[in-house]
T-cell receptor, first 111, second 117 residues
Framework: NAGVTQTPKFQVLKTGQSMTLQCAQD?????MYWYRQDPGMGLRLIYY???????DKGEVPNGYNVSRLNKREFSLRLESAAPSQTSVYFC??????????FGPGTRLLVL | AQSVTQPDIHITVSEGASLELRCNYS??????LFWYVQSPGQGLQLLLK??????LVQGIKGFEAEFKRSQSSFNLRKPSVHWSDAAEYFC???????????????FGQGTILTVHP
């Protein structure tokens, strides 16, 4: 039982490049979330998926897209990376209205 | 909209001393409340949670927190801090029963705990 896994662990991009962050959970959770963490700002919700087949915007969705590929997987895509998207990205999953379990994070640097 | 304030950005305590980390929230209905801990370079680990019932909740690693509705607070406490408790601590509020935000969490800014030997 690996919990929530994220790939890659670390990535460097140039401005304008695209990339997809992958997240998978093996806890049979319905809901999945993407957050970004920036110093002094806590974690802010980018997008979430309450259940398979649905996605909704969170607090800071601009510049991102998501895909809920199936119940296990929830990916985050940056179409044209900007330096302001330099951050640590966390994926989380939960049963609806219950505790969220977090992955180890992806550190992204956009030059 | 829900919000969370952690007034202390950085706290330093001596090993063996007691600890209290403050958390104030703003939420219109019955909240779900959480404390998470993050060690450097790691993900977030749940310390404890309050959903309903007893307002004093016990968590892992000897931590406890008390929900005070009248003060909109959910402060985290530990009677005797260990050097391994040095980390960043996050308070979070989520939709409680009857909410429609599907468990979305709002996090505070975090409190960094330094422990001196």
């Amino acid at each position: 039982n690996a919990g929530v896994t994220q790939t890659p662990k670390f990535q460097v991009l140039k401005t304008g490049q695209s990339m997809t962050l992958q997240c998978a959970q093996d806890m049979n959770h319905n809901s999945m979330y993407w957050y970004r963490q920036d110093p002094g700002m806590g974690l802010r919700l980018i997008y979430y998926s309450a259940s398979e087949g649905t996605t909704d915007k969170g607090e800071v969705p601009n510049g991102y897209n998501v895909s809920r590929l199936n119940k296990r997987e929830f990916s985050l895509r940056l179409e044209s990376a900007a330096p302001s998207q330099t951050s640590v990205y966390f994926c989380a999953s939960s049963r609806v209205l219950e505790t969220q379990y977090f992955g180890p994070g992806t550190r992204l640097l956009v030059l | 909209a829900q919000s969370v304030t952690q007034p202390d950005i950085h706290i330093t305590v001596s090993e063996g001393a007691s600890l209290e980390l403050r958390c104030n929230y703003s939420y219109g209905a019955t909240p779900y409340l959480f404390w998470y801990v993050q060690s450097p370079g790691q993900g977030l680990q749940l310390l404890l949670k309050y959903f309903s019932g007893d307002t004093l909740v016990q968590g892992i690693k000897g931590f406890e927190a008390e929900f005070k509705r009248s003060q909109s607070s959910f402060n985290l406490r530990k009677p005797s801090v260990h050097w391994s408790d040095a980390a960043e601590y996050f308070c979070a509020v989520g939709d409680g029963a009857g909410g429609t935000s599907y468990g979305k969490l709002t996090f505070g800014q975090g409190t960094i705990l330094t422990v001196h030997p």
